[in-house]
């Protein structure tokens, strides 16, 4: 079956940096695009970034770009975001979605704060 699991959060000062990874497994990753999604207290899931199967082509919300990066290991079956420049309307659960037969399937999230 399906399964992504989301590591990588933490606390972080302003500033800071931090990188997630998603692994995945029960689907054929290289194939399928995949996404971060995050969501913060009282706020809507929202969409952070996208990268595409096997050409890996990225696209980023406007409130990440320049600051996050996805890219994806189809070797190792994971995806990543890389988190620079962190500000505290970035703190929230940070979740894995990949799209398969159809359906969508997310990780459980990791927890990122920012925080001084």
């Known amino acids: 079956q399906v399964q992504l699991v989301e590591s990588g959060g933490g606390l972080v000062q302003p500033e800071g940096s931090l990188r997630l990874s998603c692994a995945a497994s029960?689907?054929?990753?290289?194939?399928?695009?995949m996404n971060w999604y995050r969501q913060a207290p009282g706020k809507e899931r929202e969409l952070v970034a996208f990268i595409s199967g096997i050409l890996a082509l990225a696209k980023y919300a406007d409130f990440v770009k320049n600051r996050f990066t996805i890219s994806r290991d189809n070797a190792k079956n994971t995806v990543y975001l890389q988190m620079n420049s962190l500000q505290p309307e970035d703190a929230a659960v940070y979740y894995c979605?990949?799209?398969?037969?159809?359906?969508?399937?997310w990780g459980k999230g990791t927890l990122v704060t920012v925080s001084s």
């Open positions: 979605n990949a799209p398969v037969g159809g359906m969508d399937y």
């Open positions: 029960g689907f054929t990753f290289s194939r399928t695009p």
